[in-house]
């Protein structure tokens, strides 16, 4: 009896000490951050977020955009691409994803929605990159036939664009071997011609052209080669969200889209020097290199942040390359799309 | 005590029935489930729709390209990687002073996460077989070896002595005594490492490939295809039991080598 009333003693002090410093704790904590108003949470998926499509997210962040709005914004860089953020998304695991718009129409194929609600850049900003060492051989598209290519993963953007490249060139999608390699060790796989050619975005593209180890097919870093390539306007990445965050968080919606907008505007009235100074120095990497590579796809972004009706149509049409969306499934562009709240932050 | 072999018979007929019992009422329930709207089929899928996928890719023939590629991959990397342990391991176990050398090297490596190392081996031997095969090797070894090495070292040292008062020459002792009960150890090293190899091939794959049951996957994975990544486990899964089956009948075939126990 006794025995065990000293041990519930000595549980009570213990006890009460966790209180003591669990309370001191708390006022250390509130003290730190004083009265001002909490600012409100959300998370972003990206897939790779030093990658230049991303800029728009990662500059407002940078810049503290999200934060003037309100909002408290963590990026979350999801290894494993795209499709992965995009997974999160569809999940619940974050409120939102900078994703192609492939990923929203893929999800709708499987009964899932998600809305782009904000353009982050309206061309594909890839280029399709062929070994030196087949500069005699493979003059056009056409002659990749029967040849291996590099995507940066099976049933990523770039695997569609590149099936719609060859389909137009007369080249049937199961007449070449495509590789999943890898965005950043494409250089190597085209260097050690386990591919011929393959489907590069930058920094890597840009590097790769400079070093003198290969040269472009396509460039749709531009709008003349998106439109020669592809014939018209290609919607690239969007920032994504659920139906349900919409319903829920109209106004965070329209906060990020503010943010967003705004940093918009800065990229296409600022020089890549500029831009590498304003991101951290983890996601610019070389300052110099951002700066060129920025340079060469400074088309690709929107003043207006407005998502392009007839871009989501074409991006549609390339999925429907490799049945992705199935001949027989029709897809409103108009539904994988909201501009509303680019418009009300644009003032129009 | 005489009864034994009855109550055996009955008791594995039962233990088969329990087994088909449950995993009916457990597809049953999935099944169930996502009709009824518990569960979202877009992230688990559906019984139904697994059994039509699978048949869909055996009617065109589809997956066993697929299969084919890794398997190959699985069972040259398996069977060096075995090949390689049991050697390095008869070695070691022979020639205590290597091992007493490589023992922290052979420890280190071992606790190197390999499927964090598949990317450089992607770069290291390119995008196709070779690759994997690294990777298997690189799975499977150790666990051969360390099994080999074990084995070895634990066989019964009166035996060991009895032969050699009775004049084992160093070469009967390997194929007579040493390799016999070692065979023990390896063979349950087999069944284990068979996953491991599968394991290597698909990782590798997974990440840097043009075909195989990763590349498969990895597919449906970016196509949010929750049918397709778990039709695709399921096909592997199916791979390994078959190949489990073959390693058992294997081991049963060749227990007659196993020493007495004393």
Redesign the interface.
Known sequence: MRRSREGKDVMTTLLRRIVAVAVLLAVLVSGGAPASRAAEKVTVGVGGVALMVYLPTALAKAKGYFAEEGLDVEILDIKGGG?QA??AL??GSVDFSANAID?AI??RT???DLIAVHSHVRLPVMGLVVANKYKGEIKSIADLKGR?LGVT????QTHMVLGYLLVKSGVKADEV??????GN?MP??LE?D??HAGMMVDPFFTVFLKQGKGYALVDMFTTKGTVEAMGGEVQGTTLLTRPDVIARRPATVQKMVNALVRANKLIVGSSGEELAKALPRELSGDPKLYAESFEHAREAFPADSLVSREGVARVIETMRVFD?VPAGTKIDPESLFDNRYVLKALGR | MLATSGVDKVSRAEVYLWRVVLLGAFLILWEAATRRGWVDPFFVSQPTVLAMQIADWIRTGFIFRHLVVTMQETIIGFLLGTLLGVAVGFLFAHWEKLARIFDPLMVALNAMPRVVLAPLFILWFGLGLLSKVVMVVSLVFFVVFFSTYTGIREVDRDLVNNARILGASPRHMIRHVLLPSALTWIFASLRTSVGFALIGAVVGEYLGSHEGMGYVISYAESMFNATGVLAGLLVLMAAVIAIDIGLQRLDARFSYWKPVPK
């Open positions: 499709s995009a997974s569809i999940g990923h893929k999800a499987r009964g899932k291996p993963s099976p049933g990523s071997k495509i590789v999943g390699a890898g060790t190597l796989a050690k386990s591919v992705v």
